[in-house]
């Protein structure tokens, strides 16, 4: 984080208010209008970087969502300007300014995964990797600008807050009280709070919907092995997954378009490649999307009762799927035999962080030579200090968190693996019973909370990541005195993502929900200077 007069004084230095932005608004911008003015000429790629960056300025001490400011993005927008100048645009994200969760590595730059360990600048060691995740190198072939590096709970181990010991608390764009989702809660007030057009976000546990949700956001959690992971810092690398965060369906429907595919890097990208569809995923953007299909509605057998004002919500929301022409179906979990299979969960890697140490050291080790450590062992004999100490939320040891070995050789391990595989099989048994073409749910069972009120208790968590399920995390208005409130549309089976972009799309057309946050109207500070641009 940088504070006002000190983040003018860097950008200046760097010479990226040297051009005036003109009277560009960027609050509230799309990718699809960004290539309608770009293609009629009300601005160049150049000029909208820089006034994402005049904003940035503006409201970046108060928010805190960078980690890294990108002091190329002004030459990176100069040299897509003389692209689109000589041969037209690459795409529906040529010239787009987007962030990206500081967990996924940008080549030459520190990943910070949130932990002041993993920088020199906050008294730890550089983890600086020598290529970049192939998510980020996706969205940058696709001519995304990245403006910078968002904040995000040391490793990852937050749904609800984004405090990290790398740069302290980031804050809701909606309400400096109120918490911004977590763990991509940097990512969420960037683009909502109109840093940038979108984002990029992970999920272990709920790390896409949670800050989506909290702030008014669409987001797509993907099904596992559909975008590569691979340059991500892993929480459970068996469950990660990363998705867009938009404003619209229409972007995240784009997003990911680009995300989407085989690599190497990541053999689970394989399981994933023949149900990507031939046509782009933004050919389902469908007003009609929701017409004939029947969906599930909560229940109450994934969580909580429902507080009055969500289900006072919830029930408007469901009004409407009905009047676009969907069929509600109750009490889909009740006396189906759910319950007794996800019950008899055994004891093991149910929770989180419980192959973190494991899954850290092989991403470590594949940072390259540009890292000042390689391995959980080397950090800790280079610092003399235990990983995972002095982490900002629920401070602890990598080395003894969770079972500690390779879970391919543990037995306990592919009990687990068994018991997802009994927990997705009922699930499609209950889908195709019930015919439905997936599930309508209220992203939580209570209003999002303050910091002081607790956790967001978001209902899908864990069941769709146990499960690898795609959702779509929509805006739905908001509850409670202005705080956002969203729903879930989660797909039928894997790989479904078409379908719900198509119903994602006819509900957000027909409500169009979300508002612009207004602004922080005080100033809070955070001490010294923390945002760094390499």
């Known amino acids: 984080m940088l504070g006002s007069t000190m983040l003018r004084a860097a950008l200046v230095l760097l010479g990226l208010l040297a051009l005036a932005s003109g009277d560009i608004d960027v609050v509230e911008l799309t990718a699809t209008q960004v290539q309608e003015a770009y293609e009629q000429g009300e601005y160049t790629a150049e000029e909208l970087t820089m006034a994402f960056l005049e904003r940035i300025e503006m409201y970046e001490p108060v928010y805190n969502a960078f980690v890294y400011l990108n002091p190329n993005a002004v030459e990176t927008a100069k040299a897509l300007d003389k692209e689109y100048a000589a041969s037209g645009p690459r795409g529906p994200l040529h010239g787009v300014p987007v962030v990206i969760k500081d967990n996924m590595n940008l080549a030459g730059v520190p990943t910070s995964n949130g932990y002041w360990g993993f920088q020199r600048s906050t008294g730890g060691l550089d983890m600086i990797p020598s290529r970049d995740a192939s998510v980020v190198a996706r969205l940058q072939e696709a001519g995304a600008i990245v403006m910078g590096k968002t904040n995000l709970p040391d490793f990852a181990r937050s749904g609800t807050v984004s405090d990290s010991s790398a740069i302290n608390r980031t804050h809701n764009s909606y309400g400096l009280e109120l918490v911004p989702g977590g763990s991509s809660g940097g990512t969420a007030t960037a683009v909502s709070g109109s840093f940038a057009v979108l984002g990029l976000g992970t999920e272990t546990g709920g790390s896409i919907q949670n800050p989506a949700a909290s702030q008014s956001l669409v987001g797509i959690k993907p099904s596992i092995g559909l975008v590569p992971i691979d340059g991500i810092a892993p929480l459970v690398a068996q469950r990660d997954v990363a998705g867009p965060l938009t404003k619209t369906v229409a972007d995240a429907a784009a997003t990911l378009e680009v995300l989407a595919g085989v690599t190497i890097q990541d053999v689970r990208t394989y399981n994933g490649l023949a149900s990507i569809p031939e046509e782009s995923y933004v050919t389902f953007l469908d007003s009609e999307g929701l017409q004939g299909k029947r969906l599930g509605v909560y229940d109450g057998v994934w969580g909580n009762a429902l507080s009055p004002e969500v289900e006072e919500a919830y029930n408007q929301m469901l009004d409407i799927a ?9 009490n889909v979990f009740n006396d189906s035999g ?103 749910y209220p992203f939580a069972a209570i209003p999002l909370p303050t910091f002081d009120e607790g956790g967001v208790g978001a209902i899908s968590v864990p069941e769709i990541n146990h499960m690898g399920l795609p959702q779509i995390t929509l805006p739905a208005g908001y509850i409670a005195g202005g705080r956002p409130f969203a729903i879930n549309i989660i797909g039928n089976d894997l790989y479904t993502e078409p379908e719900l972009i198509s119903m994602g799309y006819a509900f957000e057309q027909a409500t169009m929900l979300r508002e612009a946050p207004e602004g922080p109207n005080e100033q809070v500070s955070f001490g010294s200077c923390q945002c760094t641009t390499f």
């Not at 890697?349 to 391995?375: I, M, P, W």
Request: hydrophobic share 30%; proline share 4%; charged share 30%.
């Open 322 to 330: 009905m009047e676009l022409g969907a069929e509600l179906v109750m």
């Open 338 to 440: 759910w319950t007794e299979v996800y019950e008899d969960s055994p004891p093991n890697y149910t929770g989180y962080a419980e192959t973190l140490y494991h899954d850290l050291n092989l991403y470590f080790q594949d940072l390259g030579d540009t890292s000042d450590f390689n391995s959980v062992e080397e950090w800790e004999e280079k610092t003399n200090r235990t990983m995972g100490e002095e982490s900002a939320v629920s401070p602890f040891s990598v080395t003894d968190s969770g079972t500690g070995g390779d879970p391919l050789t543990d037995p306990e391990y592919w009990e687990y693996a068994a018991w997802r595989g009994q927990l997705y099989k009922k699930y499609r048994e209950i889908m195709e019973e019930e015919q439905l073409d997936g599930l309508i």
